[in-house]
């Protein structure tokens, strides 16, 4: 079983969590806790898959074999119940190039498409970037969680959007959508035409009592293109290998040009191995891993509770990611930062990175050692303690 307690100095490998701190941070000495990767050692089956294929001594241009697709429908299969064709698929480098491509080739300068904040930064600039008009149905939070605001989600389809973006499950707010409401989306979307771009990279990721519903496996007669990846799920991030999979093929015509257009290559020698690897052989890492966040979680849950209450951890239904509520503590988002960063020593990513709803909120990467955890929220307990000191 995979020792998920022990320590790797990731400093050596070029990780951005590890080696971009100066840059982000300001500073280099801050326990990183914030970019979505793991600092946990991949499933063996990967490791050994990788080295087994550095072992041959060329690394020319390559191709996506059948087997690869295979390993992934049958994970598709077994853990989502969702039979996906292999034509349905269209390999892409990430899930961010992904949408950027299904936005292009779907809609056209100056369209309006829908965007749930607080969310992923780059579901922000998605559309930005590509010229379209954002419409922000922020969620609210309702019942101690975040909920979707489907009356505003409806005037905003009823605006004429073309697109939807939906983050499932929610990073940052680690909301596992309801199939009852992935049901009332699917049908504004019916009657309003809206096609759906659905970001499920973080599926596998889901704590006991909760059940992530791959949205196209609800319905045949609203647009989805869903996006996934094994990358979060099995710690492969950096290989950049991710799937749209869409039942139409005119949609899939369109992105597969974008992607032409583009000049891109989809993968490379290592990205495939590792990809189909972790689809095959890592059902029982991952088991393993969601138990040791599941008791992270908790215990960082009765931390907070026991001794820096002032703060609320919004519970992650899926996602590694908990999502801090500090706006009792009644400071400003730059000196939320810089209390997080220069007193406690720890480097989170803003709530408001997510978007102004995001305002007074931390978002915190539990994906490490469960002792890295314990003594960072400790650490931040004790710069609280000299703050209310003085
Ligand atoms: C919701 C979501 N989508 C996409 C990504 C990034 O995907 P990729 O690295 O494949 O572009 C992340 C990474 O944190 C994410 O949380």
């Given amino acids: 079983m995979t020792n998920f ?18 840059a982000v941070f300001g500073r280099e000495d801050v326990t990183p806790l914030w970019v979505a990767d793991m600092d946990f050692p991949v499933p063996d089956a990967v490791s050994k898959a990788l080295i087994e294929r550095a072992k041959h001594p060329v690394f020319g241009y390559t191709l996506h074999s059948d087997s690869m697709f295979e390993a992934m429908q049958d994970w598709f299969l077994k853990r989502h119940n969702w039979v996906i064709a292999q034509k349905e698929i269209i390999m892409c480098p990430g899930v961010v190039p992904s949408m950027h491509a299904a936005i292009l080739a779907l809609s056209e300068p100056g369209d309006k498409v829908i965007v749930q904040p607080p969310v992923y930064p780059p579901f922000f600039s998605a559309v930005t970037e590509t010229k379209r008009e ?16 489907f009356d505003h989600l409806e005037q905003c389809a009823a605006q004429g959007a073309k697109l939807l973006l939906l983050c499932s499950p929610h990073n940052p707010v680690g909301r596992v959508w309801l199939n009852e409401e992935l049901e009332k ?16 990279i973080h599926a596998d990721l889901v704590f006991p009592h909760y059940q992530h519903t791959a949205l196209a496996t609800l319905t045949d007669d609203v ?43 989809a993968c490379n020698p290592f990205s495939i191995v590792a990809f189909e690897a972790a689809y095959r052989n890592g059902a029982d890492w991952l088991d393993d891993l969601m138990e040791y966040l599941a008791q992270t979680k908790l215990d960082v849950e009765a931390f907070f509770e026991k001794n820096l209450p002032a703060i609320k951890v919004f519970e992650a239904q899926g996602t590694y990611l908990l999502w801090l509520d500090c706006r009792s503590l009644n400071m400003t988002d730059s000196e939320l930062k810089s209390f997080f960063i220069d007193k406690a020593k720890l480097g989170l990513n803003t709530g408001l990175s997510f978007g102004e709803s995001g305002s007074g909120f931390m978002r915190l990467n539990i994906a490490a050692p469960r002792v890295v955890i314990m003594k960072a929220l400790n650490d931040l307990k004790l710069a609280f303690d000299k703050r209310t000191s003085v």
């Fill in 185 to 200: 989306l699917l049908d504004i979307a019916r009657r309003y035409d809206l096609i759906i771009i659905s970001d499920e």
């Fill in 134 to 149: 954002l419409l922000l149905n922020p969620l609210v939070i309702k019942d101690k969680q975040y909920q979707i605001d």
């Fill in 223 to 265: 647009s989805i293109v869903s996006v996934v990846s094994p990358s979060k799920t099995f710690n492969i991030a950096g290989l950049g290998l991710s799937c749209l999979v869409s039942k139409n093929i005119e949609h899939r015509k369109a992105i597969k040009k974008v992607f032409e257009e583009w000049h891109m290559s």
């Fill in 5 to 22: 307690d022990q320590i790797i100095d990731r400093t050596t490998s070029d990780s951005v969590k590890y080696d971009a701190r100066k």
